[in-house]
């Protein structure tokens, strides 16, 4: 009598998963068909993704723009109104510097909500810029929410906005902020005095009155707002870096306006900032985002938070461009930021910014850096460019193409286990204990970015494993994209 097969175990992201008797696999992998590779793929609950883009619900939506004077809470009743902590809030006056989009709804009712830095009268410098956006804003929107601070009453700057919402002939709601209690109700009704009707009296931090506020605003919104067509398909591109490396400058430069503020301060953007534009006769959304100037754990204030919203926006995007000075010496905070992009898989191009600046001395030292820092992201599309003066800006997008191709690879199983047969015959993995693991065959479980799953007969050691990862790069490309490399290692059960 035979004695029955015993099942196989596999290590399954930590779990085992024990298959059925009558579930073998072969030594071979030509003996699976593209059947068969599928059902052993859903045994092991290894599925194969497709990319799937978002569709946008929000087009034609109607606008509305969040203004007033720095610190009345403008950024808290944002957060408010759309559910989540997405916009930077902070004590301090001018954390807010661009306007910042967000699409959110109420009662099933789809709008757009733009955050805008703090308006200031005469301002000067960075202050002027942002009052321009805030100007902007207001002249692009379909009806605008003017915050006052209650406590405070009608101030000088407050009557200098009211002068500027006439000029721009758009509906207005006048919101009175932090009402906390009913004597703070008295001192809104004061507001009547703006001559912008009546005032509604809210508290953005605890929530009062707010659901009135919504119902307010969507009885004043048109069917069909300013809010751009945004088509299903445009991919995502982060822009990331220090502080001070030209992020938004580049924005700037790409869009032909100054869509972002832009100053010699480091550390001038907080809030990421989404932008549609054409580039190359295509469509693409750039993310211009906050400067990480340290890790999260040692940032405070609106830096900790503003590193959180870069990271989101990272995992958001589709692909991460990482601006470097290129006139300075390369840092450990550039290091870690292409770390942090490698490690959510997106693609990654690597930009050196502020070529103008460089000369030959510089060029010779950072040719040295590039070969010392990165060289574990050799497979990375590197550009040399200028954002202040637009030199070779155009090769942005022939560099962003070729890490979208590679992280979007898809290898077809026949080819992809011919070719492991070859690289275990010519360099089989060395013996270990007395024991010497084999690839039994591969397959490539998903992409964006490219996952691989090798069913072995042991641990694959960590060397042989970065080995397989540079023959796969060499055959079959993945220009810009990690690769992700798991295992599921094949063990008769313990009698």
Do not use: C
């Not at 953005?204 to 751009?228: F, I, K, W, Y």
């Amino acid at each position: 009598m035979t004695d029955k097969p015993e099942p196989h175990i596999y290590d399954v992201g930590g779990e085992a998963v024990e298959l059925p008797d009558n579930i073998e696999l072969p030594d071979n992998w030509r003996d699976l068909s593209d059947a068969d590779y599928e059902a052993l793929l859903a045994q092991l609950g290894i599925a194969s993704d497709a990319m799937l883009e978002e569709i946008s619900e929000h087009e034609n939506a109607p606008i509305v723009a969040v203004v007033g004077r720095p610190n009345v809470g403008k950024s808290t009743l944002v957060n408010r109104i759309i559910g989540r902590r997405e916009a930077v809030v902070e004590d301090t006056p001018g954390v807010t510097r661009d306007r910042v989009r967000y699409e959110t709804e109420w009662n099933g009712r789809p709008f757009i909500v733009v955050d805008t830095g703090g308006w200031e009268h005469d301002a000067i410098g960075m202050s002027a810029q942002v009052s321009a956006q805030a100007e902007a804003a207001m002249n692009n929107s379909d009806l605008v929410m003017f915050v006052v601070d209650a406590t405070v009453g009608a101030t000088d700057a407050d009557e200098a906005i009211v002068r500027v919402l006439r000029k721009a002939k758009v509906p207005v709601v006048l919101v009175a902020n932090k009402v906390d209690d009913e004597r703070a109700e008295l001192e809104a009704s004061r507001l009547w005095s703006l001559g912008l009707g009546e005032p509604f009296a809210v508290s953005a931090l605890h929530g009062r009155g707010s659901g009135d506020l919504l119902d307010t605003v969507l009885d004043n919104l048109p069917d069909e707002g300013m809010g751009e067509v945004r088509p299903r398909g445009p991919h995502r591109v982060a822009l990331l870096g220090k502080p001070n490396v030209g992020k938004s400058s580049l924005l700037n430069a790409l869009t032909g306006e100054k869509r972002a503020v832009v100053d010699s301060v480091a550390g001038t953007m907080v809030d990421p900032v989404d932008e549609l534009v054409v580039m190359g006769d295509e469509e693409w959304i750039l993310v211009d985002t906050a400067g990480i100037r340290r890790r999260a754990k040692t940032a405070s204030g609106h830096e900790y938070f503003a590193t959180l919203r870069t990271k989101s926006a990272l995992d958001k995007a589709d692909v991460a461009v990482v601006l470097v000075d290129a006139s300075a010496p390369m840092t450990e905070q550039d290091l870690r930021i292409i770390s942090m992009v490698v490690e959510s898989g997106r693609a990654l191009v690597i930009a050196f910014n502020k070529w103008d600046l460089v000369d030959e001395e510089r060029r010779y030292y950072l040719d040295r850096e590039i070969e010392r820092d990165l060289v574990q992201v050799g497979w990375a599309p590197r550009i040399n460019f200028s954002a202040m003066t637009g030199w070779h800006k155009d090769r942005l997008v022939p560099a962003l193409h070729s890490a979208l191709e590679g992280w979007q690879t898809r290898v077809p199983t026949g080819r992809m286990n011919a070719f492991l047969t070859e690289i275990v015959a010519a360099h089989p993995h060395p013996v270990r204990g007395g024991k010497q693991p084999r690839i039994l065959f591969g397959t490539q479980a998903s992409v964006s970015p490219p996952v691989f799953v090798l069913f072995t007969t042991g641990f694959l050691d960590p060397g042989y494993r970065r080995f397989v990862e540079r023959r796969f790069r060499e055959e079959f490309g993945f220009v810009g994209s990690p690769i992700l490399i798991n295992q599921r290692i094949r063990e008769k059960r313990k009698r």
